[in-house]
């Protein structure tokens, strides 16, 4: 049979979307909670005091800390508080084998925070889907090309794309969803194939190290030297014994990196209080839209000499640099943030549109199937609960497990992941259980009355729940996304709008 | 800065407002008539005149760099509500913008 283009794009995009679009569906909305990942982090560490201490007293507590307790340390960090995050952190040893502690700003001695995954984890779980080793980016990487191409078939069939760019048109069974799944899609276009894109580019080194297998030999640290533009390493004459030696000052330093580099996120301290010591102060990702991961000045320890600024980067490096900027979107403060956010959420809802839309359309026609075309209808039809609601449910539970698990129980975020992947195997059972309706009905409805009753939870179990302005926000951002699942909830539960279509031609031309 | 976002955000919403009342379909659907030829030009060159000024005031709010990512999220947003509004409340989507003015007003002066 031939096929016109639209057909076969049409083709494509129902079934391959299908495929991609369960897992496309879980990176995008736990990629969008990870837009506030340090928030989620701060609600997860009720512990965490605010304060309001400058740079310079911050760095001066944990410098104190770590003179007293860990004089012996040949590395120092410290993580300076910003405006997202109230955590002074002092740490020893190098990246890998690093200890950290958090440091209570007012006395500068150590502060027991509980144990926990994080907002991190949904950051994470973002690109990595909890797999072991590269598994999850790879496939994370094979589901961005799939977004790619279901966007790309989804304009190509979409055959009124300005004539019906703000039209929706509700309460009308599959010809609203249609309509809602279109104009999220168009409308926010822009967005889609930027974050996509970028989301694909980031890992390009590792999705594509044909490049880098034949020019470094596949030595990456290499690699990455030869991206630098100055030389990674600056010749400083250096006496070949070293000696005791008191420390430079900080304060200085700390103004004079802010002057050049803007907010500060760190400092690092090597071989403190010897003659060889080497500071180095790091920027907040942000500042730029390019990431600046790594980059920072260094200073000598005892002399405060600026050793290096800030390395230029070349073309290359910068280009690939603001690119994943643009997907990592730390820069443009809050408001910036914000849409991200939102606009991640209206991405998720295009792809659950989208999904909900595959089952919509053969609704009508499951009984004259055969036997197993209604058995895979009826997975689809549990997947697409366990993907959306369940989901959802499960993203709410993690945040309801840091709060109820005992606090010093072992492994406690193990815990806390374990109840994540609990509930969401648990809703996968509960939707092949119950019957269709009922399961998105519950989910949708527990999860909503969760995240609703946030607050109350906060209130019952923890002492200051609303130290920290960016908590009370998790929650009210909770409450208000609540209100929309209980909505969505409501709306499942009125009885189903069924139109028989006026003509059959009038379907065809729907097959999209 | 929040009041330049801020009026990024309303001339983006205005200006989508204008695009889309441009257009018979949607003109129809608020007044219940066809506007006429010259009004619906005039709409869309104001359309478009309103998303240029929503981009200035993204560039003020975030500079040139990250103004135009910002721009571009607004436009996206501000077309999503509109088109959530427009079947339920066509009049309120026309006169949203109204409410726009005090908000920004307050925003101006306390910020």
Redesign the interface.
Known sequence: MKQTLTQSMAWLHTWGGLIVGWLLFVIFLTGSLAVFDQEIDNWMTPELPAHHLTDEQAAQRALTYLQTHKADAKQWGISLPYERSPQLQASTGGRRDGVSVTLDPDTGEVLPVRETVGGRFFFLFHFTLHMPRMIGIYLVGALAMGMLAALVSGIVIHKKFFKE??????AKGQRSWLDAHN??AV?????HL?ITYTGLAIFLVIYMPAAMDALFDGDREAFFKAQDKTPASVAVQRPATTEPAPLVALGPLLSQARAVMGPLGGISISNPGMSNAEIQIRPILGN??ALTKGQGMRFDGVSGEQLSGPTEMRPTVLTHRVISG?HFAQ???Y??RW??F??GL?SSAMIASGLVLFTVKRRRKYASEGRVAQVLYRLVEALNVTVMAGLSLACISLLWGNRLLPLGMVDRPDAELNVFFGVWALSFVHALVRPRMQAWREQLGLAGLMCVSLPLLSVFTVNRPWALHSSMGVELTAMVLGALLLWACWKVSQPAVERVPRKKTAVMAEVN | ??AD?FAGLGFAYLG?LAL?QG?D??YKQVWGKAPSARLSRLLRVAGWVSLALSLWFCAQ??GW??GP??W??????S??S???L???RPRLAVWLPMGFVPVWAVIATLL
Do not use: K
């Open positions: 760019f703000f039209t929706f048109r509700p104009a999220s409308l926010l276009l822009p967005f930027m730029r839209i643009l820069f443009g403060g408001p910036m849409l991200y939102i606009c209206i | 800065m929040l976002f989508m889309c257009l379909r949607h709010a975030w760099a990250m990512v910002g571009f999220g607004l436009l996206s947003l077309g999503f509109l088109l959530m427009l079947p339920y």
